[in-house]
């Protein structure tokens, strides 16, 4: 037998692949409307499944603790897992999981080849990242829902903290479909924002517009930001943009960043944080790993992040922390 760490470690693949399909089939759905344990054989009828192949993943699933069994091998949903597994929480895990599976780990074999010859190599036979993420509309569709899932629940608790009263624009770069900005409009009043992306984005910008009612309110401009200036504004937005590219290239979106801003205005970067030491919190050391293989950049501390903040000229530059993954670091133009 295994020790704990290495068991989790080496069975680990096996719980991903259980935990997407089960979430991808509906089989969390489908117990937390149950509201008491159902057996095996009930919801393989229910969700028209194979009986025996379900009955293999739940196994995996409860033993690690993802789901409970009872002593009639009956299946539920733990209480504190459900605002996770439950396909209509803001806080589901279930579009992250089909982006892991469906798009990071075709790229994950790529990381023998950085360790022997080098990712700059390796990568100058790869099409760019967005080109493999936005390569067919499932895909892009795919990655846009993910960013949502990772996106919107936090902002509740980062537009707060980013102090956006009597603030009347905000751009968001690289703002996906919008759930950053959401979470701004719905807040503040008197706020209009801005979504700066890939054209790709742009219809998915527009659903946001009509499912939230913000015509006039949320807008959307086609760009690229490593070759496009930024529309003024007020406060410049960067959720999870800077983790993806270089200290060189994240510089020059900040520098872009401070000459769009209005004096007085400020920038948000919202981002995962590495613990000053960089041993942790797990999620970033993962998220380090996969920004390697999706993207050019790496996740950073709050220090780090405050000397690319201020480097681009930045002042009164500060991290406040939200009960999540995704902090926010604040910078004024003074
Ligand atoms: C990791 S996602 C972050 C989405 C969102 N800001 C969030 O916090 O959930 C990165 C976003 O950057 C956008 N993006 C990538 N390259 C871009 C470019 N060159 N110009 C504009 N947007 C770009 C992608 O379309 C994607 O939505």
Not at 26 to 47: E, M
């Amino acid at each position: 037998m295994l020790p704990n760490a290495l068991e989790k470690a080496v069975y680990g693949v096996y719980a991903t692949t259980a935990v997407h399909l089960a979430a991808k089939h509906g089989v969390f759905g489908f117990l937390l409307d149950q509201g008491a344990p159902v057996p095996t054989g009930k919801i393989a009828v229910a969700l028209e499944l194979d009986e025996e192949t379900l009955d293999r993943l739940l196994l995996v699933l409860a033993s690690f603790g993802v789901i409970e069994r009872n002593e009639h091998g009956a299946y539920q949903v733990p209480v504190e897992l459900a605002p996770f597994l439950d396909p209509r929480s803001p806080r589901s895990v279930g579009g992250f999981l089909s982006h892991v599976m469906n798009s990071t780990l075709g790229r994950l074999p790529q990381l023998d080849g950085y360790l022997t010859a080098g990712k700059p190599s390796v990568d100058a036979s790869l099409p760019a990242p967005f080109d493999v993420m936005y390569k067919t509309p499932k895909l892009t569709e795919e990655f846009v829902a993910a960013m949502w899932q990772l996106t919107y629940d936090v902002s509740r608790e980062l537009v707060p903290m980013a102090g956006l009263a009597g603030v009347r624009h905000v751009l968001d770069v690289g703002g996906a479909s919008g759930p950053f900005c959401v979470a701004a409009l719905e807040a503040t009043p008197g706020l209009s924002a801005t979504v700066f992306e890939l054209p790709e984005v742009g219809p998915y910008v527009a659903d946001t517009v009509e499912r939230y009612d913000l015509r006039g309110r949320l807008d959307f401009a086609a760009g690229d930001f490593h070759r496009d200036e930024f529309p003024p504004t007020e406060c410049v937005a960067f959720g999870y943009i800077l983790s993806g590219w270089t200290d060189e290239i994240g510089l020059e979106l900040l520098r872009k960043a401070y000459r769009a801003c209005a004096d007085g205005g400020r920038v948000l970067v919202m981002d995962r944080l590495f613990d000053d030491d960089r041993g942790g919190p797990l999620p970033t050391a993962v998220m380090n790993l996969s920004m390697h293989v999706e993207a050019e950049g790496r996740h950073r501390t709050a220090a780090e992040f405050i000397g690319l903040l201020e480097s681009a000229g930045f002042a009164d530059c500060e991290v406040r922390r939200s009960t999540q993954d995704k902090h926010l670091v604040i910078g004024f133009k003074r």
